[in-house]
């Protein structure tokens, strides 16, 4: 085995999680712990994947409601209570429907596109802390990982521009693939002035130096990742083709932009990774800037109670970015191309370049230590100077 | 045993890449080919314990310039030019020549024979066993001591293409100046 942890090591510590898997080996004669081993993973990935598809799903019935909200509608109401089954009759709908590909279209890379989008952020998942146990891989270069693995969903957007075959998908790819690639620097900057401090790539040392009090954040570890966070926030929007941000989908000039051309569950599998995109992003944000999984006074630590709670956490905070992204879309409209662009190369690369020389700095500086350790410090051993 | 299975299925993918790459005759499609090869080269490292250098193979092959290739096939032009290529590479000397085939594959097994005799022997002697230490932290700690020399002028190297390219991107002074759309 790799130096590699994960979550099924995690869960093989559990007594009835050992019961199950030797009953399980014994009744089907298998010897080999690996099968088993793979066969475990194998059904965690899928459950995992299959509740975010849900929260993906979820985030259009939220979107709606949360939209309709904001400009003093009902929103969708009539499936199910409060609406709620509008996710299944849209999925139903998108399945039931024709699948179109234009004529001239570059078939191959026409039905390749989607996957390639939706690959790129399902593959983020193996990462991705949702608990101490539940993280399908412990690997030591998680964030990394997750920085490069998703530069695959701006190279589908692109294919599929390229390949429908239509003027509108190709603007709209051309500008998905601008927009992404330069959206990567701010938020790969700001995401590094935060391993600076933490020493390390994987989860588990961002996490170790974080606490689950607002104190012990990175957010408020000093006013350079402050300002950090913000710089990443409207970054991730950028990348994730978000409005203000939408300009490779925008409606009033694009038609739909890079997917103009695809119908039914094709179309839904943009939609899908877009949405679920959001929700990793957000993770990411959670679990860099804002505690991540930490519950206060440890509850339940080693437990699955505890795994439960944690998970409870993660996903509030995640959740609670994920209305915030809502929220920003329904109110701000919508930028031109070119302030698009001057905004990521002219104020935030600046910004986030500077946050982390302004990290790098107050490490060097004060040891490494948080305004609020400092503050303590100073109020302890304040008296001594009169 | 894991790993055993995705160095296997990598290798395989690097090896199916590899071959469509080569065979298809659209170049978008051999950018896509390889994307697959690349990723299954990313997915030996990753299998082989070096998970720096994998990921650092998606982020720089994947991520880079693979998008990059994509950009430029795009920004080359159309039938026309595709067909005037054509045209130029037949009139070439020895291009797509019974002869060139031949000289080609024999380097290529010269090539191959030499690298593998020199891998086999380097197989040998290196522990294949990965160590437990990430090996992230020993590449940074290297590369500003040991190799800071080399780090800084490949930084150099690549500050130059960076002025190089905005000097080539340059607009040309017009005028009037009109928005830029993407």
């Known amino acids: 085995m790799s130096a590699n942890e994960t979550v099924i090591d995690h869960l093989l510590q559990f007594e009835f999680f050992q019961k199950i898997s030797t009953a399980i080996g014994s009744q089907i004669g298998v010897s080999h712990i690996w099968v088993w ?40 109401n009539r499936v199910g209570p409060y609406g709620l089954f509008q996710v299944i009759a849209d999925g139903l709908k998108m399945i039931g429907k024709e699948d179109i590909s234009p004529n001239e279209s570059d078939k191959f890379l026409f039905y390749l596109a989607p996957f390639l989008c939706i690959f790129g952020v399902v593959a983020t998942f193996a990462v991705l802390p949702f608990s101490a146990g539940l993280t399908l891989s412990k690997t030591n270069v998680g964030i990394y990982y997750v920085v490069a693995i998703s530069s695959l969903v701006g190279l589908g957007i692109f294919i599929a521009g390229y390949a429908s075959n239509s003027k509108w998908s190709l603007l709209g790819g051309m500008r998905g693939a601008s927009q992404i690639i330069s959206y990567e620097i701010p938020v790969t900057l700001s995401i590094m002035s935060i391993l600076l401090l933490s020493g390390g790539l994987s989860f588990e040392d961002i996490l170790a130096n974080q606490t689950a009090w607002p104190a012990g954040w990175y957010i408020f570890h000093n006013p350079f990742t402050f300002i950090g966070f913000f710089v990443y926030f409207v ?31 094709r179309y839904g599998l943009f939609a899908l990774a877009e949405y679920m995109e959001v929700f990793v992003v957000c993770g990411l944000a959670a679990t860099l800037f804002l505690g991540g999984y930490h519950v206060p006074f440890d509850i339940g630590k080693g437990t699955i109670f505890g795994d439960i709670l944690q998970i409870g956490t993660f996903f509030a905070k995640t959740l609670g970015l994920y209305y915030v992204v809502i929220w920003v879309r329904w109110t701000f409209p919508r930028l031109r191309v070119d302030h698009l662009m001057s905004i990521c190369w002219k ?40 | 045993m894991l790993p055993e299975i995705v160095l296997l299925f990598s290798a395989f993918m690097v090896f199916l890449g590899g071959i469509l790459l080569i065979s298809t005759k659209n170049l978008m499609h051999s950018c896509i080919f390889l994307l697959m090869c690349l990723f299954g080269v990313a997915g030996v490292y990753a299998s082989l314990g ?49 002869s060139t085939y031949m000289k080609g594959s024999i380097v290529g097994l010269i090539i191959f024979g030499g690298l593998s005799a020199f891998f ?63």
Request: proline share 4%; net charge negative; aromatic share 10%.
């Open chain 2, 120 to 182: 086999y022997q380097l197989l040998k002697v290196l522990p294949l066993k990965e160590q437990q230490v990430s090996d992230y932290k020993i590449i940074g700690h290297s590369l500003l001591t040991d190799n800071l020399l080399a780090f800084e002028l490949s930084s150099f190297l690549l500050l130059g293409a960076l002025i190089g390219a905005a000097i080539i991107a340059k607009p040309e002074k017009v005028s009037e100046s009109k928005p830029t759309d993407i």
């Open chain 1, 235 to 265: 970054s991730v929007l950028a990348e994730t083709n978000r409005a203000p941000f939408d300009l490779p989908e925008a409606e009033s000039e694009l038609v739909s932009g890079y997917h103009t051309e695809y119908t039914g569950m």
């Open chain 1, 37 to 76: 081993y793979m066969v475990a993973l194998i059904l965690v990935a899928a459950v995992i994947t299959g509740i975010l598809a849900a929260v993906g799903g979820f985030g259009t019935y939220a979107e709606r409601k949360i939209s309709a909200d904001i400009q003093g509608r009902f929103g969708p």
């Open chain 2, 50 to 98: 070096a998970e720096f250098l994998a990921v650092t193979q998606i982020i720089v092959y994947i991520g880079g310039i693979v998008i990059l290739m994509l950009f430029a096939v795009m920004l080359t032009g159309g039938k026309e030019f595709i067909s005037r290529l054509h045209k130029v590479l037949n009139l070439a000397p020895l291009m797509g020549d019974k």
């Open chain 1, 347 to 386: 104020y935030l690369t600046p910004i986030a370049l500077f946050n982390l020389l302004g990290v790098s700095v107050w490490i060097l500086f004060f040891d490494g230590k948080s305004i609020l350790d400092l503050f303590l410090s100073a109020i302890s051993s304040g008296p001594v100077g009169h």
